[in-house]
Structures are given as structure tokens and as C-alpha cells.
DNA sequence: ATAGTCAAGGTCAAAGATGGTCAAAGGGTG
DNA sequence: CACCCTTTGACCATCTTTGACCTTGACTAT
């Protein structure tokens, strides 16, 4: 896939945040315009469109000398999905009306019944992929 | 009979599809205009007519800069009765209204997307499971 | 303290870049 | 000829990039 702009810096920050010991960061709206070699407004951009409180993000900033934009992944992050981290997921994208009571329920009913055969780290890999594709989908249907 | 730039595009594509890795491809549709001297509306086209859920391919896109149309084919000769089967079984389950439209848009998402790390005959066994505890479901929900 | 200056970040709308839709025109085949 | 599939193009929807103008906060000179 080509990756905009946008993409870039999403993925730049994200690679951050994972670095980072508390999955927060804290950045330079215009020190990052500079290497990414853009406009300001662009980082403004993607942080509004990429790390929403939909995604999983707050952020916080401050103007004037000594500004900052400060970002914050409260929600889990995707590795080492297990069945109470989706349900708490699906929990969690109900409340931001992302999913309805009865798509959760169905979720749930899923997750709960249908990979019973599975061996314990299989699970945990049939997991993460239905959060990865639920965290997508939700992205783009809503 | 004669070979429409339909039928070229078509056979192209499918072919990208044939040397993918993971039976997935991502074109721009522009480009891809480009390549065959057409309009780009022709790919889509092409796309609508011969790379069809029925087909055995489920697409999305996305539009502005750097935009994608990404083709995956759920359908291979040894695994795909399962999947479609699935298919099939939502859309039966969405005409008989225990399921609504959204609900089944979300299931072939995460069907499409979720498990593609598996190689095919878990993946198999996970399209069971899910439609074990989705007939499970179903039933307790009406 | 007060006001001025400058260095951030914020807003918003316009322009650019894609893909989607739809209906009309074109062409091949029975 | 009639029908169906294909090809085109005008217009639409969505996402990205850019830039002009606005607001805020820290520091400094008075």
C-alpha cells in the first residue's frame, strides 16, 4: 500500500508511543512539520483524524514558547490480545456507539464459543487478528 | 470470440492475485486506468462485474491522496467452500432478518480480515467454529 | 504589575488527489 | 434487429495537503 502523508506520521507516532514507558509522548507540533518536511497544520491533521478518543487516544497541548502536544493511548495496545481484553474492547466500543448492545452481544457470543477447540496461544493469535479487524472496521463504518 | 479490455483487465489482475503472497492485492484504480489507456471508471467496471463476493473476492478502497482498491480472494479452490459457505450463511441469516445488514457487513469483515496470518486448513477449522456458535447464537436471539 | 514581543499551537477553508456512481453511447452476437 | 455487455464521461464523495489568519502562553523591558 502507498502510504501518504499522513500515514507517515501516524506510523512515526505510533512507533513512538510504543517505544514510549507510558504509552505517551510528547511532541513539537512544529519540530515534527519540519521532519516530515510539511506544514504544521498537517500534524494537526493527522492527530485529529488518527488518534481520536475512537482510537484509543487522548491528547493534550499547550501554546506559546515551550509548547507542546502531548498524546496518550489509553486504550490496549494490540499485541497480546486475550478474551477478557476484547470483551472489554467490544465494552468499550459499545459505550462510544461504535458497536450496538447486540452487535456486542453477538461478538461476545462468538468469542466465547466458537474457538473453544483451539489450544491456548492459538486463541491468543485468533484474538488478536478479530481485534486488529475489529479496530479497522470500526474506523471505517462509523 | 474477441477479448474486451474487460476481459484483459480482469485476467491482469488476477494473475497480481495468483503471485500474491497472501492472495491480496492493492492497485490504484487511476494507474491502473493508465496502464490499460481506459478511464478509470472502466477498473471499476471490472471490478464490480468479475471480482464479485459470488466470485469469491471481497473489496474495499479508500479515496483522496494515495487512495487504494484492494481485492482479496477469500476463495481458493481447496478452502473456499468454507468461507463462502459462511458468506452465503450471513446472507441467509440477513434475509431471514435474525441478522441486519450491519451486522452481517461486520461478521464478513472480520472473516475476511482477521485470520489471514493461518495457513488454510486452520483457518478452516476457525470458519467452523464461528458458524457453530453462530447458528448457536441465532437461535437464542429469537 | 503591565504591556509588548515572540514562539508555539489551533482553525478553517480552498485546492488537490483519488475512488464511486450513473446514465448514455457503442459494439458484438444470436 | 434486439439484446446484452462494454466503454466513456460528467458529476459526486472522500481524504489529504497547504496556507492564511487566530489564540495562547512565556519572557522581557518598563
Redesign the interface.
Same mark, same amino acid.
Given at each position: 500500500?502507498?502510504?501518504?502523508l499522513?500515514?507517515k506520521i501516524e506510523q512515526y507516532l505510533k512507533v513512538l508511543i510504543d517505544r514510549s514507558d507510558d504509552k505517551r509522548i510528547e511532541i513539537q507540533r512544529s519540530e515534527l512539520a519540519e521532519t516530515f518536511s510539511c506544514v504544521p497544520s498537517q500534524v494537526t491533521y493527522v492527530i485529529a483524524t488518527r488518534f481520536t478518543e475512537r482510537d484509543g487516544y487522548y491528547t493534550e497541548s499547550r501554546r506559546g514558547g515551550k509548547g507542546y502536544v502531548r498524546i496518550t493511548r489509553f486504550s490496549m495496545p494490540q499485541e497480546g490480545a486475550n478474551l477478557s481484553d476484547l470483551f472489554s474492547y467490544c465494552d468499550y466500543l459499545t459505550e462510544m456507539e461504535l458497536l450496538?448492545e447486540? /452487535?456486542s452481544?453477538?461478538l461476545t457470543?462468538?468469542l466465547?464459543?466458537?474457538?473453544?477447540?483451539?489450544p491456548a496461544e492459538?486463541r491468543e493469535?485468533?484474538f488478536e487478528?478479530?481485534k486488529?479487524?475489529?479496530s479497522?472496521?470500526v474506523k471505517? /463504518?462509523s
Open positions: 500500500m502507498k502510504k501518504s499522513a500515514d450496538t447486540r /452487535e452481544k453477538l457470543h462468538l466465547v464459543n466458537a474457538f473453544n477447540q483451539f492459538t493469535e485468533i487478528g478479530i486488529k479487524a475489529l479497522e472496521y471505517t /463504518e
